[in-house]
T-cell receptor, first 113, second 109 residues
């Protein structure tokens, strides 16, 4: 069964460093998403992406964040200058159509020291 | 603000018990989703509902649009059902999920 994959599974970085989180959505899906979950808190929406551009973003998704689909398969989230409060689990998801079931990747656990 | 509330926050049950988890939301939605988050963190979509009832194995999900309320039922619960169950909603105008805080279920053998 097709699945969303994410790499790396864990990342530790120093405050101020740039990180890139990678996702491979399900191949025939058109909508892509990033969510984050701070430890002990609920999952929060960051951004949705369709047709090679951001379709929606939350107030969390400020100028330090960017997303890209550099080729036909990868979908990346870049955090330019990490802060301690960026430590969280980051989930990528994809869906075939707007409003349809979203399929989640296993997540990347980011720790900023 | 789009609020999604779940109850209970934590639930412990004996194996074999019938379990109900509730979700309520504040404004009209396009769909409600039930998700399962495993202890390792991975999230699996269980159901997407816009009306009525759906069943998959021992899991049943219902939604009452007028009352803005949904329930997830687990029949004959098993220790492998132990997980966090999350309710999320989507709206016609916004292409994102709004998540509840989750219900942590522990099923004891």
């Amino acid at each position: 069964e097709p699945e969303v994959t994410q790499t790396p599974s864990h990342q530790v970085t120093q405050m101020g460093q740039e990180v890139i989180l990678r996702c491979v959505p399900i191949s025939n899906h058109l909508y892509f998403y990033w969510y984050r979950q701070i430890l002990g808190q609920k999952v929060e929406f960051l951004v949705s992406f369709y047709n090679n551009e951001i379709s929606e973003k939350s107030e969390i998704f400020d100028d330090q964040f960017s997303v890209e689909r550099p080729d036909g398969s990868n979908f990346t989230l870049k955090i330019r200058s990490t802060k301690l409060e960026d430590s969280a689990m980051y989930f990528c998801a994809s869906s075939q159509d707007r409003g349809e079931t979203q399929y989640f990747g296993p997540g990347t656990r980011l720790l900023v020291l | 603000k789009n609020e999604v509330e779940q109850s209970p926050q934590n639930l412990t049950a004996q194996e074999g018990e019938f379990i109900t988890i509730n979700c309520s939301y504040s404004v009209g939605i396009s769909a409600l989703h039930w998700l399962q988050q495993h202890p390792g963190g991975g999230i699996v979509s269980l159901f997407m509902l816009s009306s009525g009832k759906k069943k998959h194995g021992r899991l049943i999900a219902t939604i009452n649009i007028q009352e803005k309320h949904s329930s997830l039922h687990i029949t004959a619960s098993h220790p492998r059902d132990s997980a966090v169950y999350i309710c999320a909603v989507s709206y016609p105008s916004f292409n994102q999920f709004y998540f509840g805080t989750g219900t942590s279920l522990t099923v004891i053998p």
